[in-house]
């Protein structure tokens, strides 16, 4: 994927006495190519109220296109029980994504989100960091994987985006486009969905109250 422009150097009688050679990756900017499309895509599911489900589902596989060999997934915080849970993992096996499914914050069951901090593991089926979820890991064939918190604008937690390999090591440079790229879109997703469900409960909030004074008006009256 790579691509070479040659131009000769030469001397004041034009004859060649060397020549230049400049190199292009072009797989690296077809991908990054590849990755804004599929970004601008997400965007406008974002922007048109698509479910969250179907947004994340489309960003992972997205990604996946993009990312030979490689899988993804997306977990969602949900704050209440302080646990992970099911977001988006399609190209998964179903068991592997119901061990992840409700993991807990805080302790080695849910490497890298509690830490705010990217992890990069090299075989999560032997890393003691991984360890309850070992026996998943490796049912599933997986090894390297990248998990990364994805956080909105005030640092707090939205849920992890993470990068699997079947291989024991990942593309460091592919891999970082890729989780840059996931946890920004992800974060707008996701946070654009808990604005409408709040707004959402607002209104139904306020028209239960509505209703409760409108009943206590027809009461009062009659």
Request: aromatic share 4%; glycine share 8%; proline share 5%.
């Amino acid at each position: 994927h790579v691509a070479e422009i040659v131009t000769p150097i030469t001397s004041g009688r034009q004859r060649a006495v060397g020549y230049l050679c400049v190199a292009h990756d072009v797989g690296k900017q077809k991908r990054v190519a590849g990755l804004q499309a599929a970004q601008n895509r997400i965007l406008e599911m974002i922007a048109s109220g698509a479910p969250l489900p179907l947004v994340l589902d489309q960003l992972v596989r997205g990604l996946e296109s993009q990312a030979q060999g490689m899988r993804c997934s997306v977990l969602l915080f949900d704050a209440p029980s302080g646990t992970l849970r099911h977001g988006a993992a399609p190209s998964l096996p179903d068991a592997f994504n119901r061990a992840m499914d409700g993991l807990l914050i805080g302790n080695a069951d849910a490497p890298g989100a509690f830490l705010h901090d990217a992890l990069l593991v090299n075989d999560i089926q032997t890393d003691p960091r991984w360890a309850c979820l070992h026996d998943a890991a490796r049912s599933a064939k997986l090894h390297a994987c990248w998990s990364s918190p994805i956080l909105d604008a005030g640092g707090g937690l939205l849920g992890t985006f993470a990068l699997y390999s079947t291989g024991p090591a990942l593309q460091i440079d592919t891999a970082e486009q890729l989780v840059d790229m996931a946890t920004h879109t992800a974060a707008i997703g996701i946070a654009s969905a808990h604005s409408a469900a709040a707004l959402e409960e607002s209104e139904k909030r306020m028209r239960l109250a509505l209703h409760a004074a409108n009943m206590f008006a027809y009461e009062y009256i009659t």
